[in-house]
T-cell receptor, first 113, second 110 residues
Framework: DGGITQSPKYLFRKEGQNVTLSCEQN?????MYWYRQDPGQGLRLIYY???????QKGDIAEGYSVSREKKESFPLTVTSAQKNPTAFYLC????????????FGNGTRLTVT | QQQVKQSPQSLIVQKGGISIINCAYE??????FPWYQQFPGKGPALLIA?????SEKKEGRFTISFNKSAKQFSLHIMDSQPGDSATYFC?????????FGTGTSLTVIP
């Protein structure tokens, strides 16, 4: 089955530690995205990538970093500079053809204490 | 600045009733409007989508109505069922970036 796999589902970290969230897709999509979801705020874009080795900042990129070394993989690192990292993180992908929808993974819930 | 405004924030409907969720946008360059359904602990899943050159699209019990002049679009869920209880997000696409509404939590009472 084609899809997007995010791991782990739950992640707990101490404040001051960097943490990396995994996202893998086997849909052969060119574009990949990271969103953050907080109650009552919808989905906010952190980073996106249209092609391997290239990515752009979204609306809330501060305190996050990404890499895109392979088409299938788009890991997100939440750094210690992110002031409020506890949230539900969603990875998505889409083909870059006209008017194509996003396909989402099932998310990683990160709790930082 | 919220590019897509969604209302209501929450909605309670009796089984068999019609659920209506509304979204409004300002940027007339948006060219694709999907709706997503999200269950707790899961990622959003595409429900139905529409282009601005179409005024209505129906798929089963789900209908999108699109009013280009008013810059509004809405999701109608006919014969709402308890299994439809979820959070719904509208979105708009511009140049490979999606802009999402803040979501509507729908509860369908048996």
């Amino acid at each position: 089955d084609g899809g997007i796999t995010q791991s782990p589902k739950y992640l707990f970290r101490k404040e001051g530690q960097n943490v990396t969230l995994s996202c893998e897709q086997n849909l052969n999509h060119d574009a990949m995205y990271w969103y953050r979801q907080d109650p009552g705020q919808g989905l906010r874009l952190i980073y996106y990538s249209q092609i391997v080795n290239d990515f752009q900042k979204g609306d809330i990129a501060e305190g996050y970093s990404v890499s895109r070394e392979k088409k299938e993989s788009f890991p997100l690192t939440v750094t210690s500079a992110q002031k409020n990292p506890t949230a539900f993180y969603l990875c998505a992908s889409s083909p870059t053809t006209y008017n194509s929808p996003l396909h989402f993974g099932n998310g990683t819930r990160l709790t930082v204490t | 600045q919220q590019q897509v405004k969604q209302s209501p924030q929450s909605l309670i409907v009796q089984k068999g009733g019609i659920s209506i969720i509304n979204c409004a946008y300002e940027n007339t360059a948006f060219d694709y409007f999907p709706w997503y359904q999200q269950f707790p602990g899961k990622g959003p899943a595409l429900l139905i989508a529409i282009r601005p050159d179409v005024s209505e699209k129906k798929e089963g019990r789900f209908t999108i109505s699109f009013n280009k002049s008013a810059k509004q679009f809405s999701l109608h869920i006919m014969d709402s069922q308890p299994g439809d209880s979820a959070t719904y997000f509208c979105a708009a696409l511009l140049e490979n970036q999606f802009y999402f509404g803040t979501g509507t939590s729908l509860t369908v009472i048996p």
